[in-house]
Nanobody
Framework: QVQLVESGGGSVQPGESLRLSCAAS????????MGWYRQAPGKEREWVAHITYSSYTGYADSVKGRFTISRDNAKYTVHLQMNALKPEDTAVYYC?????????????WGQGTQVTVSS
């Protein structure tokens, strides 16, 4: 069984920073792409950023230049450094990963961590 556990969410003021982390555990053979999505109240879940095994990255236009995604392949972790946070960044942030447990890759999701940006 595989688990993704996020941490690092919280409440901050506009302009401040947060660093989210996500750790994968369980019967993991290998991990391909990892990424972050978010869902604001009343809105659909949206893609935020992703990173390949070789650390190629992609970002949504709304966070480009403010957020940085990184990973540690040895520790099965992915991080999201969020700078210059805005109220519109308020959402539940979900970690996702393509994980192979020995029978092919499938997508796994974390339970989410709340980020609130408010003055």
């Amino acid at each position: 069984q595989v688990q993704l556990v996020e941490s690092g969410g919280g409440s901050v003021q506009p302009g401040e920073s947060l660093r989210l982390s996500c750790a994968a555990s369980g019967s993991i053979f290998s991990i391909n792409a990892m990424g972050w999505y978010r869902q604001a109240p009343g809105k659909e879940r949206e893609w935020v950023a992703h990173i390949t095994y070789s650390s190629y990255t992609g970002y949504a236009d709304s966070v480009k230049g403010r957020f940085t995604i990184s990973r540690d392949n040895a520790k099965y972790t992915v991080h999201l450094q969020m700078n210059a946070l805005k109220p519109e960044d308020t959402a539940v942030y979900y970690c996702t990963a393509e994980i192979n447990t020995g029978s092919g890759y499938r997508n796994y999701w974390g339970q989410g961590t709340q980020v609130t940006v408010s003055s």
